[in-house]
């Protein structure tokens, strides 16, 4: 119950495309849904990050889509660039307590 | 003006060994927290001090000890290195519980 589930483990999108990576969790506690960017050896960064009373938010390129009755949230890069090549993370936290829950990870390359 | 700092970047010891990693946070947060990214990636916690109070603490082994000097300094020690301790060590800290986590450079620990 505490998992949160990432998809897919790997991407590759070309220039200019959109990449989607997928994220569902089973724990109806959590309220806050972070995305994180990790590039090689840099630690994560905070992307764009989503409370469950909105069903999307948008900050330039990256959009956070919310479907709290399927527990499920996506984040969409729009117009991929070859600099969004890097991992990136969901999570997800339980009100008050401190701790996020990390998918897997996906890794993006975005090709020239 | 870093943010998160974390001393060493890099951390190479034989098993046995205790080694210790030190973290500094300049933003004026409450909460600071310890994360291990394994060799695939994966980001778990380990930790989470709030005003220098251990909040969380992950089932891990009695050899990781945290210790807390202030709120904006959160050590992590090690006694009796194991070949599965070798990882990125990541320190983070955040000002509400689940609010954004600013998260350090990372220390890879190789351990042989």
């Known amino acids: 119950q505490q998992q949160v589930k990432q998809s897919p483990q790997s991407l590759i999108v070309q220039k200019g495309g959109i990449s989607i990576i997928n994220c569902a969790y089973e724990n109806t506690a959590f309220d806050y849904f972070p995305w994180y960017q990790q590039f090689p050896g840099k630690g994560p960064a905070l992307l764009i990050a989503?409370?469950?009373?909105?069903s999307e938010k948008k900050e330039g390129r990256f959009t956070i889509s919310f479907n709290k009755s399927a527990k499920q949230f996506s984040l969409h890069i729009m117009d991929s660039q070859p600099g969004d090549s890097a991992t990136y993370f969901c999570a997800a936290s339980p009100s008050g307590t401190y701790k996020y829950i990390f998918g897997t990870g996906t890794r993006l390359k975005v090709l020239a | 003006d870093t943010a998160v700092s974390q001393t060493p970047k890099y951390l190479v010891t034989q098993m046995g060994n205790d080694k210790s990693i030190k973290c500094e946070q300049n933003l004026g947060h409450d909460t600071m927290y310890w994360y291990k990214q394994d060799s695939k990636k994966f980001l778990k916690i380990m930790f989470s001090y709030n005003n220098k109070e251990l909040i969380i603490n992950e089932t891990v082994p009695n050899r990781f000890s945290p210790k807390s000097p202030d709120k904006a300094h959160l050590n992590l020690h090690i006694n009796s290195l194991e070949l599965g301790d070798s990882a990125v060590y990541f320190c983070a800290s955040s000002r509400l519980s689940d609010s954004e986590q600013y998260f350090g450079p990372g220390t890879r620990l190789t351990v042989t």
């Open positions: 989503i409370r469950p009373d909105v």
